[in-house]
């Protein structure tokens, strides 16, 4: 059973997000905000996305105010508060399976990380092949090419996947009322 506590021990705490939730019993919840976090945070930092890095004050906010909402509960309502993921796998994963777009996500990405970890030590050597056999200022320009590739990738994507959900956000508004149509189409040869 979750036991309400309160005082010092809790704001500091809620200072780390998920640290908060998991001092009071989410431990669910508090793992969730945490990986998050740490996961924004570690992602931002390796793609040199400041953004992404500063994006992860949201989530602490989020964790803080959480925190201390919880504990200012009454008893009662604190009581009846169910520890949960953020997010539901079972959800995601109904059979405990991953479908086949789910699988081809998951390949892509395992690829993805893979790229990511022999990206930096590969430019390195090049590198330095470079500005052996070539020239030092031939082997920067190129450096800074490279070093930038995993952004451009990142930014693409999004990008594409932006575009994506709004042209498949438009056709669905274009198709209900014709569906729509077609559905009252078949309910008056039906009454006929």
Not at 32 to 53: E, K, N, Q
Not at 112 to 130: C, D, E, K, M, Y
Request: charged share 20%.
């Amino acid at each position: 059973m979750i036991k309400k506590k309160s005082g010092f021990i809790t704001f500091i705490c809620s200072l780390i997000p998920g640290a908060g939730e998991m001092y009071l019993g989410f431990m669910k919840e508090g793992l969730s905000i945490m990986c998050l976090a740490y996961g924004i945070f570690l992602t931002g930092i390796w793609i040199d996305a400041s953004w992404l890095v500063i994006s992860v004050m949201i989530l602490w906010f989020y964790s803080l105010f959480n925190v201390h909402n919880k504990v200012s509960l009454p008893d009662e309502e604190f009581y009846m508060l169910e520890d949960d993921y953020l997010f539901h796998l079972d959800q995601i994963l109904p059979d405990g399976k991953l479908n086949g777009k789910q699988t081809k996500i998951f390949g892509w990405l395992l690829v993805l990380f893979g790229v990511a970890a022999i990206w930096n030590p590969s430019i390195r050597n090049l590198l330095a092949l470079l500005r052996t056999y070539v020239s030092v200022d031939f082997a920067k320009v190129v450096g800074n090419y490279l070093y930038s590739i995993p952004r451009f990738v990142i930014a693409a994507v999004l990008i594409i996947s932006g575009v994506r959900l709004i042209l498949k956000k438009k056709n669905e508004l274009y198709t209900e009322p014709e569906d729509i149509s077609r559905l009252e189409d078949t309910e008056d040869k039906k009454k006929i």
